[in-house]
């Protein structure tokens, strides 16, 4: 049998609060495998993985309801319909993209911004003469 973890140990293995744990649960984007004899809820090494893949999403915009048809069409197993399961899949990836080359575009812009207030703090820290 898989080893199962409680809420507190999945929270600190993801860096997810246990909030954000229950409130994924809560949507239906994770379900815990399991749960112990006093009601706690158990998670296993695939539910882990699975709020690591929510956690990547998260910082491309996606919304609740295309977490959750995006996970159904990778849960699915290979060669298990999902309706306009691939084109979908390509919609999916193409949004990851764009949305990551945004992204990028902003970690350049504050990179820049960040290199002047160095800059600044440089200057200010050369003695006068």
Do not use: W
Not at 20 to 29: C, D, F, Q, S
Not at 41 to 68: A, S
Not at 115 to 126: N, S
């Amino acid at each position: 049998m898989a080893e199962h973890m409680q809420i507190g140990e999945v929270a600190e293995r993801t860096g997810l609060s246990l909030r954000t744990i229950r409130y994924y649960e809560e949507v239906g984007l994770v379900v815990p495998s399991a749960r112990s004899q006093g009601g706690f809820r158990l998670y296993n090494e695939p539910d882990v993985d699975r709020l690591l893949l929510i956690m990547r999403m998260k910082p491309l915009g996606f919304q609740l309801d295309e977490m959750r048809e995006l996970l159904a069409i990778l849960d699915a197993a290979p060669g298990e319909q999902v309706p306009d399961g691939e084109g979908r899949l390509r919609e999916f990836a193409a949004i990851a993209e764009q949305r990551c080359a945004e992204l990028r575009a902003r970690l350049s812009n504050a990179e820049e911004f960040a290199g002047m207030l160095r800059g600044r703090l440089d200057e200010l820290a050369r003695p006068r003469s």
